[in-house]
């Protein structure tokens, strides 16, 4: 039983590119949920798909946008990015009766 | 005020020690309560689910109190391997779909 696969693992862009980045939820679960970790931050929550739509959003820009498909998996672009987007990037997938499983994450640096 | 503190530490203990985590949250509605843990550049892994009974789990104790806002995780008998950032996790939602509010992390290091 796969769990949650992100992809790519690493990843260097220049300041004012874009970016996208990809998530396959574990077998079975129908909700992706995003998540940005600074260095020495806990993870803040980004977005939330639930049937390809964006059911809950915290606190960040526009610039920051998602999309789910049928097969419930997920992207995350970020678009204009900042030095201060060099992040790790979690996906966490779930469904109902069944808790959180989080991908290994993505490491995005901003040059 | 962030909606949930935790002190970062880092907490050097020696082998065989008792430490004990911390963490407030600010919302009162929370409803669900976990600790995580998270190796050096890896994912956040569930280490264990809070309850206001108290649970234990090993050498882990976890405890909620509601009325303070509080919650706790106990490590006895501290090995080598427990060297990690532990994370306090607070659901406002459904604790399936709501979202994971985490604290900045508290950083545990065993020595020998």
């Known amino acids: 039983d796969a769990g949650v696969t992100q992809s790519p693992t690493h990843l260097i862009k220049t300041r004012g590119q874009q970016v996208t980045l990809r998530c396959s939820p574990k077998?079975?679960?129908?909700?992706v949920s995003w998540y940005q970790q600074a260095l020495g931050q806990g993870p803040q929550f980004i977005f939330q798909y639930y049937e390809e739509e964006e059911r809950q959003r915290g606190n960040f820009p526009d610039r920051f946008s998602g999309h789910q498909f049928p097969n419930y998996s997920s992207e995350l672009n970020v678009n204009a990015l900042l030095l201060g987007d060099s992040a790790l990037y979690l996906c966490?997938?779930?469904?109902?009766?069944?808790?959180?499983?989080f991908g290994s994450g993505t490491r995005l640096t901003v040059v | 005020r962030k909606e949930v503190e935790q002190d970062p530490g880092p907490f050097n203990v020696p082998e065989g020690a008792t430490v004990a985590f911390n963490c407030t949250y600010s919302n009162s509605a929370s409803q669900s309560f976990f600790w995580y843990r998270q190796d050096c550049r890896k994912e956040p892994k569930l280490l264990m689910s809070v309850y206001s009974s108290g649970n234990e789990d090993g050498r882990f104790t976890a405890q909620l109190n509601r009325a303070s806002q509080y919650i706790s995780l106990l490590i006895r008998d501290s090995k080598l391997s427990d060297s990690a950032t532990y994370l306090c996790v607070v659901i406002n939602g459904s604790s399936n779909t709501g979202k994971l509010i985490f604290g900045q992390g508290t950083t545990l290091q065993v020595k020998p």
């Open positions: 077998s079975g679960h129908d909700t």
């Open positions: 966490a997938s779930s469904r109902d009766n069944h808790g959180y499983t």
